[in-house]
């Protein structure tokens, strides 16, 4: 809560899902209330508090910029911001420190970078962690270590020192990770249980080990999906670049550190899937499950 946004219209965060607090949702009529009901978490208006909780402005900011890049390379422009400054963001933020809007955890695919995506132009504005396929594995005990221990390092640094009101996931489509996941762990004709196994003559195998924080995630997907069998590769690929973007906020959400910040309403964890054949982006509903492309205001 800050003064310098007391005239903001006012969101609490509550983590529940009753559906009275669901109801209360359906006569936000802000431009971000679409946005905000994307994600799982129920927001209570508190028309009595006349500022805009840390984690709901940066969602708002965070696709405002996404807006922005919509506007600059699919729409009219009309959205495009013209006050960038780097020189002097860096200069203030090499003086007083870094205080991103969002962590944001995406795949290291060079189509889907989220500077890009959501429009964070100058300096400070997001933290990045990339890795293949967006994988963040769950909490299993402080000081476990595994596959995914620098995404771990990332996130508790940005969620526990940097203090983000929010965490995205953001996936995309056409991810060679994902295609690795579903190659190597279903069982199609095209599939091959050995793929990306360590190759001691090559010095390979560092894919298949970190895939395989996706070989759950994509036997149930295969095993819960209806219609899978009849499932095109590019389907199946779809349905799993989801899944897996899920089952990370999921993750995510496991570690103690997120989860009391969760739980106070002072963070919010959300997932996103980027397409990169045509820059949409859509957000995860948690109530759904489904994904819902985020109104950009551009009609292609
Ligand atoms: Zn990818």
Not at 139 to 155: C, D, H, I, N, P
Not at 239 to 257: D, G, H, M, W
Request: glycine share 8%; proline share 4%; aromatic share 6%.
């Amino acid at each position: 809560m800050t003064e310098e946004h007391a005239s903001v219209p006012v969101f609490l965060f509550v983590r529940a899902r009753a559906s009275s607090t669901r109801a209360s949702l359906d006569d936000d009529g802000s431009r971000t209330g679409d946005a905000i009901r994307a994600r799982t978490h129920a927001f209570i208006r508190a028309s009595h508090l006349d500022v805009m909780s840390a984690p709901t402005r940066a969602l708002e900011e965070l696709l405002d910029g996404y807006r922005a890049y919509r506007s600059a390379h699919f729409g009219d422009g009309s959205r495009v911001r013209e006050d960038v400054d780097v020189r002097g963001k860096l200069d203030a933020l090499a003086r007083d420190g870094q205080k991103p809007r969002a962590l944001v955890v995406s795949c290291c695919d060079s189509r889907a970078d989220p500077a890009l995506v959501f429009d964070a132009r100058e300096p400070g504005e997001i933290f990045v962690v990339r890795n293949v396929a967006n994988l963040v594995p769950p909490f299993e005990g402080v000081g476990a270590s595994r596959e995914g221990g620098e995404t771990l390092a990332a996130m508790e640094y940005a969620v526990t020192r940097l203090r983000v009101p929010l965490v995205v996931v953001m996936g995309h489509t056409r991810c060679g990770g994902v295609a690795a996941s579903l190659q190597k762990y279903d069982d199609g004709p095209e599939c091959d249980p050995h793929a990306f196994e360590v190759n001691e003559a090559t010095g390979e195998g560092f894919i298949g080990n970190w895939v395989a924080l996706a070989r759950e995630t994509t036997r149930r997907t295969r095993d819960e999906t209806e219609g899978w069998r009849e499932m095109s590769a590019s389907e199946r690929a779809r349905a799993l670049e989801r899944e897996i973007v899920k089952q990370s906020v999921k993750n995510v959400e496991t570690f103690p550190f997120v989860a009391s910040r969760v739980a106070s309403g002072d963070l919010v964890v959300a997932g996103a899937v980027f397409d990169v054949a045509d820059g949409t982006l859509r957000t995860l509903d948690d109530d759904t499950g489904e994904f819902t492309r985020v109104d950009d205001g551009v009609s292609s």
